[in-house]
């Protein structure tokens, strides 16, 4: 499959798990991709196979200069961006009486104040040309109903406005030919999952969560704006 062949690609939080799995397939499929995170020895190896296809940008997604940075990368090696995957993510467990305000602050900057950057960065440019495909990765944490984890406060209540972003701004675009969409998964097999689940098994793979991303940032969901995908294992 070539489905994504002469695409530009943003791909945050890259350098494991859904992002990187995301990244690879992306890549395999034919885009141009630019990742980041903060870990440049981490992209570059995962980069590496990729020649040319693929780039890397370290740092904090959270920050306005390396935001602007990773796009100004991508447009003057590649061209304008198509697609922009808002992966990357924090969890910090503790219970909200005690949560301090840097790690309440800390999440919503990862989870949420990047989210919004990289979607405002993006934006001018898939408005002028209408055409684009923004993807957010939230939670099941963040949708309203499931029981929650106790110790997940910051991280449940960040990833509902992810999803609530994503609501918003699918709305004030759809008219222009830019889709945004979210998927909430369940638990993955990611690093992340390893450090918070006390070992709990997940059910799922970054792979199977990656062929999500690319099927909402792909034409086959073209008629799709606003949704918010759950993913769970059968």
Known sequence: MRDFDAKVAIVTGASSG???ATA????????????????????RAI?????DAMRVVAGDVADLAL????????????????????????????KLVDTTLDQWERTF???????????????????ERERGAIVNVASISGVVGPEKFP???????????VI??????????????????????????????ANVSGGAPA???????????????????RPMNGQNLHVYSA
């Open 67 to 94: 935001v602007e940075r990773l796009f100004t990368e991508a447009e003057s090696h590649f061209g304008p961006v198509d697609v922009l995957v808002n992966n990357a993510g924090a969890i910090d467990v503790a």
């Open 18 to 20: 859904i992002g990187r």
């Open 164 to 193: 609530s972003l994503t609501e918003a701004l699918a709305v004030e675009v759809k008219t222009r030919g830019v889709r945004v969409n979210c998927v909430s998964p369940g638990s993955v097999d990611t690093p992340m999952w």
């Open 151 to 161: 110790g997940f406060t910051a991280y449940c209540a960040s990833k509902g406005a």
């Open 203 to 221: 059910s799922m793979t970054p792979g199977e969560i990656a062929e999500t991303i690319l099927f909402l940032a792909s034409d086959a969901s």
């Open 47 to 51: 980069a590496a196979p990729f020649g």
């Open 109 to 127: 900057a990862v989870n949420v104040r990047a989210v919004f950057l990289a979607c405002r960065r993006a934006l001018p440019s898939m408005l």
């Open 24 to 43: 690879e397939r992306l890549a395999e499929r034919g885009a141009r991709v630019v990742v980041t995170a903060r870990s440049g020895e981490t992209l």
